[in-house]
């Protein structure tokens, strides 16, 4: 099976395990080539939505990997025993519905020897609750797939509580072990974003700057320490 590079950056993070779980599996792609190249010794495929499930089960039967990959349908871990939680994977979702997936499935998400977390947004919301939560990042990697760059995020669990600073939710800390030519446009993506906001904040009625400060957890003047700070690193 030909994968793109953001499925591919997942598929050969995959440790050997006993069963691969993908939430939010789509086209199961990422349980197929776990079986096939031999990194699990089982996988399920879960979605919410019975129409990527029905595309996931004809997939697996296309590849005869009916005994082998069993697809579940329901919201987050909740359709995967805890016995099942050996690594997970959540991919191509914002940050946010990351974290409650995870936050809605604590005990689960602690009892995974690996998690392989790929938000499509806001991964700073999901780096604060995993450093917060007892949960430690391990490795984060870049790759560029389609003119995007995307990060994958590698926890488990530790039990030990930590808080970082703002930059390293929003930017990453393990990020700047990625290859340089990759780091420098993810951060300059991250400049770039930060700019947009700063922008849109300064020209926005200040009761609704409130709401979003409200909504991000981050205020105008932390979002402008980040992007001076990064602006600092670039240069």
């Known amino acids: 099976m030909k994968l793109n590079e953001r499925l591919r950056m997942i598929a050969d993070s995959i440790p050997h395990c006993n069963i691969l779980t993908d939430v939010g599996t789509d086209h199961a792609y990422i349980p197929i080539e776990a079986v096939t190249a031999g990194l699990c ?6 979605d919410l939505r019975p129409g990527p499930l029905r595309m ?15 697809t579940r349908l329901g919201d987050g871990l909740r359709p995967i025993d805890i016995s099942e939680c050996d690594v997970i994977v959540i991919a191509g979702m914002g940050g946010p519905l990351i974290k409650k997936i995870l936050s809605d499935s ?30 430690g990042i391990t490795g984060e990697k870049l790759t560029e797939d389609a003119g995007k760059i995307y990060c994958l995020i590698e926890a ?3 039990g030990f509580n930590s808080r970082k600073d703002d930059f390293t939710y929003y930017i990453g800390e393990k990020v700047f072990e990625a290859d340089k030519q990759l780091l420098e446009k993810y951060l300059r993506k991250k400049l770039g974003e930060l700019n947009k906001i700063l922008w849109g904040r300064a020209q926005a009625h200040p009761d609704k700057i409130r709401r979003l400060e409200d909504e991000t957890s981050m205020d105008t003047d932390t979002y402008r320490a980040i992007r001076d700070r990064l602006q600092e690193y670039l240069q």
């Not at 010794?41 to 879960?46: D, I, Q, S, V």
């Not at 996931?56 to 069993?70: R, T, V, W």
């Open 156 to 158: 488990e669990w530790t």
């Open 41 to 46: 010794r089982r996988a399920l495929a879960a």
């Open 106 to 135: 604590y005990e689960k998400a602690k009892a995974s020897r690996r998690l392989l977390l790929q938000p499509n947004n806001a991964a700073d919301a999901l780096r604060r609750w995993l450093y917060e939560n007892g949960f």
């Open 56 to 70: 996931a089960k004809s997939n697996i039967s296309k590849y005869g990997l009916e005994e082998l990959i069993e």
